[in-house]
């Protein structure tokens, strides 16, 4: 069974990196069409798609945080691994990564229970 | 990018009652859309997509509909478990946007 879970620091300072990790099981992203996102929530506000990456690295960026993200993939290890630079306050949220498919409605189907970073000085 | 626009943003119903939310897309999205359901506390879970397309496991009583730019996600007879947000997603560009949410509330 597919299942997925985001680790990463929890309290982060105002400028500083943030590095997100999805480790994964039940499925491997070198399969042809399988993609892991990452999508946000802040605190009582909507859901916000970050990135994506697939099997064959090709990578996809919200235009708004593009310059600031970076995802990559250890298809050894069984995780993707998403870098925010510079956070601020506003970047606290529930981070989530989940499961896709790239052949078909790219919906995602499998979720990580999620990780709060919470940025603050 | 292309912009979710969900109609309305909350809603009161009560058990039993049929509910309708609506998703407008930017752009022509053809059937590309997903929509979700998020309980408080809890991670979102695909109840469709493909616009349509009802995902293993989700009641029949949830339904979706639509194509272009205009999509409906229907709950036939609201149910007490039912009570949350739901959040659309279109996925035709490579892109990834979601909707604004809609929260259902008990009347």
């Known amino acids: 069974q597919i299942t997925l879970k985001e680790s990463g620091p929890t309290l982060v300072k105002p400028t500083q990196t943030l590095p997100l990790t999805c480790t994964f099981s039940g499925f491997s992203i070198s399969t042809s069409g399988v993609g892991v996102g990452w999508i946000r929530q802040s605190p009582g506000k909507a859901l916000e798609w970050l990135a994506l990456i697939y099997w064959d690295d090709d990578k996809r960026y919200s235009p708004s945080l593009k310059s600031r993200l970076t995802i990559t993939k250890d298809t050894s290890k069984n995780q993707v691994v998403l870098t925010m630079t510079n956070v601020d306050t506003v970047d606290t949220a529930t981070y989530y990564c989940?499961?896709?498919?790239?052949?078909?409605?790219?919906?995602?189907?499998?979720w990580g229970q999620g990780t709060l970073v919470v940025v603050s000085s | 990018d292309i912009q979710m626009t969900q109609s309305p943003s909350s809603l009161s119903a009560a058990v039993g009652d049929r509910v309708t939310i609506t998703c407008r897309a930017s752009?022509?999205?053809?059937?590309?859309l997903n929509w979700y359901q998020q309980k408080p506390g809890k991670v979102p879970n695909v109840l469709i997509y493909?616009?349509?397309t009802l995902q293993t496991g989700v009641p029949s009583r949830f339904s979706g509909s639509g194509s272009g730019t205009e999509f409906t996600l229907t709950i036939s007879s609201l149910q007490p478990e039912d009570f949350a947000t739901y959040y659309c997603?279109?996925?035709?560009?490579?892109?990834?946007?979601f909707g604004g949410g809609t929260k259902v509330q008990i009347k």
């Open positions: 989940a499961h896709t498919v790239y052949f078909g409605d790219r919906h995602f189907d499998y």
């Open positions: 997603q279109q996925s035709f560009s490579a892109i990834l946007t």
């Open positions: 493909g616009a349509s």
């Open positions: 752009q022509s999205i053809s059937t590309s």
